[in-house]
T-cell receptor, first 114, second 113 residues
Framework: KNQVEQSPQSLIILEGKNCTLQCNYTVSPFSNLRWYKQDTGRGPVSLTIMTFSENTKSNGRYTATLDADTKQSSLHITASQLSDSASYICVVSGPGQAGTALIFGKGTTLSVSS | DAGITQSPRYKITETGRQVTLMCHQTWSHSYMFWYRQDLGHGLRLIYYSAAADITDKGEVPDGYVVSRSKTENFPLTLESATRSQTSVYFC????????????FGPGTRLTVL
């Protein structure tokens, strides 16, 4: 069964600290992997999209890594800010057209405190 | 403003009533999607549309109806609302092509009493 598992379910860190969120998937065949940020009461916003051949992709203080062999991805947040408090969703795409085969993880809720 | 909008943002209705959630995008994206988001679940696809007058079922289509007469609009109708349809509904759009980013609307929080 195609699944996307994220860990931890929730995380609390102090402002300025780094953190890493994990995503394991069993989707096959694999097309691409996306990380989204969802602020409370808003829709998800894309942070990164990586294909099979990409190992690392950065977007400001956000760096995503992908190991297609072990089917694992991580999202590293550097020097966290209060505005990083949100849910982070890992999404894996199979071979369907235009994202119709997207499998969504349940998300990791990150709280950054001062 | 350009982008993707949803209306209403909040809706309370009663069991058995018909309710329509609206979605409008200004980018002329070919593909549009409806998802629901519930605690303990990831986003789940209800219906999607590849172009005007072309729609298809997603993972959880039962109890929902969609139409797409114009490229920019993709309404979702609950023909006879049930309590299990209490959820947050997100509309999304993307240009054609599987690699493209999906752009999400702000969501509609629907409560069925």
């Amino acid at each position: 069964k195609n699944q996307v598992e994220q860990s931890p379910q929730s995380l609390i860190i102090l402002e300025g600290k780094n953190c890493t969120l994990q995503c394991n998937y069993t989707v096959s065949p694999f097309s691409n992997l996306r990380w989204y940020k969802q602020d409370t009461g808003r829709g998800p916003v894309s942070l990164t999209i990586m294909t099979f051949s990409e190992n690392t992709k950065s977007n400001g203080r956000y760096t995503a890594t992908l190991d297609a062999d072990t089917k694992q991805s991580s999202l590293h947040i550097t020097a966290s800010q209060l505005s990083d408090s949100a849910s982070y969703i890992c999404v894996v795409s199979g071979p369907g057209q235009a994202g119709t085969a997207l499998i969504f993880g349940k998300g990791t809720t990150l709280s950054v405190s001062s | 403003d350009a982008g993707i909008t949803q209306s209403p943002r909040y809706k309370i209705t009663e069991t058995g009533r018909q309710v329509t959630l609206m979605c409008h995008q200004t980018w002329s994206h070919s593909y549009m999607f409806w998802y629901r988001q519930d605690l303990g679940h990831g986003l789940r696809l209800i219906y999607y549309s590849a172009a005007a007058d072309i729609t298809d079922k997603g993972e959880v289509p039962d109890g929902y109806v969609v139409s797409r007469s114009k490229t920019e609009n993709f309404p979702l109708t609950l023909e006879s609302a049930t309590r299990s349809q209490t959820s947050v509904y997100f509309c999304a759009s993307t240009p054609s092509g599987g690699y493209n980013e999906q752009f999400f609307g702000p969501g509609t929080r629907l409560t069925v009493l």
